[in-house]
């Protein structure tokens, strides 16, 4: 009894199967209570405005585009050192979710910078970065796309992966090198001086735990629906050999 | 492997100038740009090390499907993959014949386009530096990136999609070298981090491009 | 005497099922053994796998390092070099460079050795794929159709150059619909090794867990 | 009971407009392509008389 | 004619992305232009029309060599020149099916890539009627360049360089087009030179394409 | 009954140098004329040019406009395109878009009509490549090997669809190096109109104005 029985496809889809519901419903909670609250029950900012609102989705939103992509090195990790299928096919679902995430934290920062900035578009590092960020994630998906057997796919994705994030830390550093800009610093740090006050604190953890269990729960149908297609590959390539 | 190297050069040369056709284009680009932007001396030396380093990273982008793909095509490819050569140096001695064919005669001539877009003076010398210092992580990404889609059939745009945002880095920090070495500023970090970037690459990229084409032939 | 190459309970796989499964066989020096069976039955599988350009599913493959010389459908020849710069090009990839003057008088290429590849005919660019063979000083050769496109006179050099293989202590292992007169060659016909349904017994193509 | 979001009315609800389409559109396509797939394998199940899974 | 055409489309979609492909490559850059170029929002928006029109240009150009290089390497060429369809239909529909996938969807996205360059606002108008008349002519263009290189083994790099020269009055009026109208300036000159260029080619361009596959397939 | 098809005095050229010369035949409705020759000796260079894809160097060809439906060693088949698509397509092209069933019918493509292309085996791309022919509605057949890669039942299926187009007033020119299974189609040899040299009073490539 390991934590790699869960790589077996069919145990994944019995897991799944009985997970899902549940990630669903608090996905559902947390998210509307998130939302709900940041965007009705908090007062203006001193200097935002009623822009503040805004963090609700493009903070949680930022951080998963992150996360999705370290996740997916890590299942891709998995599949070139494991080879378990689950975690490559994992890896190929989050994609298209990160790729989301990417472009809502994009657009929301660029509807944020227009009032904020007086520009739609700065060529901020931290901006610039996700541009990259976002470009990776185009140029991932279109591999995995481009690829007929699924094997191979996994592999050269898996190999694209790992070498673009050595890619994509190395131009986040060139960026901030290039560039000063004017985003915002880390205010969710640990250090209680930099934070922001409790107000807009609590609804924004409820956003960013709503953000994680909704990403959740879409990996879990994308992976069970990548498992399905690959069977029925496996099902129709044997019905052609027989 | 040397036989390899030459026998590169050699299709490269016969197929009708490996040379002359990335030059030709780098030419284009560099005189497309005045017509786009507009004939002001001002503004084209403003852009200028920025311009030159965008048409050599194009240049040599669109010369990068042909590491492969013709090997691919006619079986020498899988041959070389069963010759006693480890795949690594095929890999490595690949991405050396594209520089010499693309990279290389582009640094070269760098200086006379540079003339065309009005560069000023003290920028010459660091546009050869840092073109000379940035190329070959150019070729040897780009020999990655072909080799993650050797065999797909019209790869080319795909190829350019996943190759570009690896050559950021080396871009930022080529024309900052530029920019900076002209205005006398303080050129020894991108210097640095130019040369880290193409050392490094050079060592490890190579073992990737192997893993990738070994997964394509099989 | 140790054989050259033994194959045991191989199974290969294309497109990630199983095609051919329970191979077996060995060859030693001196024997030659030819692949039989319908189209799409998994000849060129087979010998790409045991040429270690792809995995086996399941079993082993037993040779020396370095042994194998592999020729494959295409003959991997560039247009634009000489027949002869093609075949020095291979040479020196295998260190043989004092062999390819001896491999062109062998296939009857001396009079081809300076036109382009381009301007060969069928048969003769098969016959200068099949000299690449003698320039690579393996023992064990991997051929796939060798004999395609060659006229008769040609199959019968290309024989002859196999059998002077085999007596020097060499091996091969020939797919082929055609007859290569090799009279002393044995067959094995690959039909009835076909993979059956994992259900069945057989092997599993690789992603096989959730078919329990 | 909607809050008075004041001169950047239209930033606030256009950032959140664009959320909710892009995140009701990927859980679309997730859930539409989920059911597409799942028919197939089924019919394809039905076909060869394979099953599990 | 109609199945030609939607059969082109139909294969640029399945093929994984004749749009997106395209698209990608604009987006790119236009990325790279500022890494190159710096980041000081004045100097983009005074490059941000040349620029774009001539990311539109290469994105066009890079996706040329698809537009008969399949149907000649599987034989449909050669059926269909023995078709009842004259060749300067085939050609045309060609052509048009390439601006489908590639000339209209930038027109569309151009103004989300002007943001990205900083164009001035009254700018975004004119950019899209320059391009939405200019990439036409593009596509029939480069049509004829493809034609004149169908068959010949790695004509990519040689078709830019047929194509480039041809396509720069394009790029003068059209990036002109921009820098007047932006400026409140008199538009109608440049307007009219680039329709004129436009109808003129799509009318014209596909004779000289249809004889140039004829002896292609010689 | 006058000819579908009449050739005279022909001379084709490849490259810029005369292969075949003083060709001369005629087939009317109902006849199958087979060409033979061993490789390279022209025969895909004679049926092209009577296809109207190059120009003859001399002599003449007559036929109806639009009478030709040439089919040639690459089927033009679209991997991405399921079976039925790529032959709606053609269809739609020839105006013939009601023959479509029929003709997936007739060459035992029904059960792999929404397959993709690129999922058939060689054989049954063959098969896809000759039923473009019945959707064509063009009475006079030129092939490049039609049987290529097509096993013995579906060499058959081709022989029946043949005659029936010959019975319908259709005719046939097929170059071929294996036996089509048509007992009644007539054979020309091509080797003796192998084109000679100018001097011998050959056709000339075009270019022969400096060998005087
Ligand atoms: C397209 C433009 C933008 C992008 C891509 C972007 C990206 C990011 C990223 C990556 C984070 C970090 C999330 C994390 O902590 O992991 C972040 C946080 C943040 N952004 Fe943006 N941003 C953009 C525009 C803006 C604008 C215009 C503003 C406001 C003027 C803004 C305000 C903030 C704030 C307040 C935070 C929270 C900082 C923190 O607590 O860490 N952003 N953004
Ligand atoms: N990429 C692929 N994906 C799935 N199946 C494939 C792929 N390539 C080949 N196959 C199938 O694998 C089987 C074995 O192919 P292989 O080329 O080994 O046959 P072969 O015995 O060499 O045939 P031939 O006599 O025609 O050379 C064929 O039935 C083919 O349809
Ligand atoms: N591009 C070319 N330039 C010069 N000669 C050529 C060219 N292409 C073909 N040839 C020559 O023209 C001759 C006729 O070729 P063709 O393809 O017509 O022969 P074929 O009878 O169809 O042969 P096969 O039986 O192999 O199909 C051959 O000898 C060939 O070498
Ligand atoms: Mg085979
Ligand atoms: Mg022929």
Not at chain 1, 161 to 172: I, T
Request: net charge positive.
């Amino acid at each position: 009894m390991s934590i790699w029985e869960y790589a077996n496809p069919k145990k994944f889809m019995q897991t799944s199967a009985w997970a899902l519901p549940w990630f669903t419903g608090l996905a559902a909670i947390t998210l509307v209570t998130g939302l709900v609250w940041g965007f009705f029950f908090t007062p203006e900012a001193a200097n935002f405005g009623t822009t503040v609102k805004i963090i609700y989705i493009h903070v949680p939103s930022a951080m998963m585009a992150i996360n999705i992509w370290v996740m997916m090195l890590v299942t891709s990790l998995i599949w070139l050192i494991r080879r378990h299928h689950v975690s490559a096919l994992a890896a190929k679902a989050a994609a298209p979710v990160g790729l989301v995430m990417t472009l809502i934290a994009l657009f929301t920062g660029a509807i944020w910078g227009q009032p904020m900035w007086g520009t739609w578009w700065e060529w901020d590092p931290r901006l610039t970065s996700f541009l990259i960020l976002g470009l990776f994630y185009l140029g991932y998906i279109a591999l995995w796309q481009a690829i007929d057997n699924p094997d191979t796919a996994a592999d050269l994705t898996g190999v694209l992966c790992l070498v673009g994030s050595v890619f994509a830390l190395l131009s986040r550093y060139a960026v901030n090198f290039w560039n000063q800009g004017l985003h915002q610093g880390a205010s969710l740090s640990v250090d209680k001086q930099e934070n922001v006050s409790d107000v807009y604190w609590y609804p924004l953890l409820f956003c960013i735990a709503g953000f994680i269990l909704l990403f959740i729960v879409l990996v879990l149908v994308r992976t069970r629906t990548e498992v399905r297609s690959r069977r029925l590959k496996a099902l129709e390539a044997r019905e052609r050999l027989a | 492997m040397i036989a390899l190297l030459l026998r590169d050069l050699r299709l490269a040369v016969r197929a009708g100038g490996g040379f002359g056709l990335s030059l030709a284009f780098f030419l284009i680009v560099t005189v497309l740009v005045p017509f786009g932007v507009g004939p002001e001396g001002g503004t084209l030396a403003r852009i200028a090390p920025g311009i030159l380093w965008v048409g050599a990273l194009l240049a040599c982008l669109l010369s990068l499907d042909r590491i492969y793909a013709l090997d691919f095509e006619d079986g020498s490819l899988d041959l070389l993959a069963t010759a006693p050569i480890p795949m690594e140096a095929v890999v490595s001695v690949k991405a050396l014949a594209h520089w010499l064919t693309t990279g290389l005669p582009l640094v070269l001539a760098a200086p006379v386009f540079g003339v065309l877009l009005h560069l000023p003076g003290p920028a010459y010398f660091w546009l050869v530096i840092s073109l000379a210092v940035g190329t070959p992580a150019l070729s040897v990404l780009g020999a990655f990136g072909a080799a993650l889609t050797v065999g797909l059939k019209r790869g080319g745009l795909l190829l350019s999609l996943l190759v570009l945002p690896l050559y950021v880095p080396t871009l930022i920090f080529g024309a900052e070298l530029i920019a900076r070495g002209s205005a006398g500023g303080a050129t020894a970090t991108p210097l640095l981090m130019l040369a880290g970037i193409t050392a490094a690459t050079v060592a490890l990229v190579p073992f990737a491009a192997a893993a990738a084409i070994r997964v394509n032939l099989r | 005497m140790a054989a050259l190459l033994a194959i045991e309970a191989l199974a290969v796989a294309r497109g990630g099922i199983a095609i051919l499964e329970r191979v077996e066989f060995s060859l030693s020096a001196g024997q030659a053994l030819v692949l039989r069976g319908p189209n799409g039955c998994g000849k060129t599988t087979l010998l790409r796998t045991i040429a270690g350009l792809q995995p086996p599913l399941a079993g082993r493959i037993e040779a020396a390092p370095d042994a194998i010389a592999y020729a494959a459908h295409a003959d991997g020849l560039k247009a634009t070099l000489s027949v002869s710069e093609n075949l020095q090009f291979w040479a020196a990839v295998y260190g043989q460079s004092n062999r390819v003057a001896s491999a062109l008088a062998e296939m009857n290429l001396e009079a081809l050795a300076q036109r382009a590849a381009m301007s060969l005919s069928a048969g003769q660019k098969r016959r200068l794929g099949l000299a690449r063979l003698l320039v690579t000083g393996r023992p064990v050769w991997v051929l796939d159709e060798p004999t395609i496109s060659l006229d008769a006179a040609s199959v019968a050099l290309f024989a002859n150059a196999l059998r002077a293989h085999l007596a020097l202590g060499g091996a091969a292992l020939i797919a082929t619909h055609i007859d290569i007169g090799l009279a002393e060659a044995v067959t094995l016909d690959l039909t009835p090794l076909k993979a059956r349904a994992p259900q069945d017994g057989g092997a599993s193509g690789g992603f096989d867990e959730a078919f329990a | 009971m909607m809050p008075e979001l004041g001169k950047y009315a239209v930033s606030v609800m256009s950032a959140y407009g664009v959320t909710v389409v892009l995140l009701v559109g990927i859980v679309a396509q997730s859930l539409w392509r989920a059911a597409r797939v799942r028919r197939a394998l089924e019919a394809q199940e039905q076909r060869t008389g394979a099953h599990n899974g």
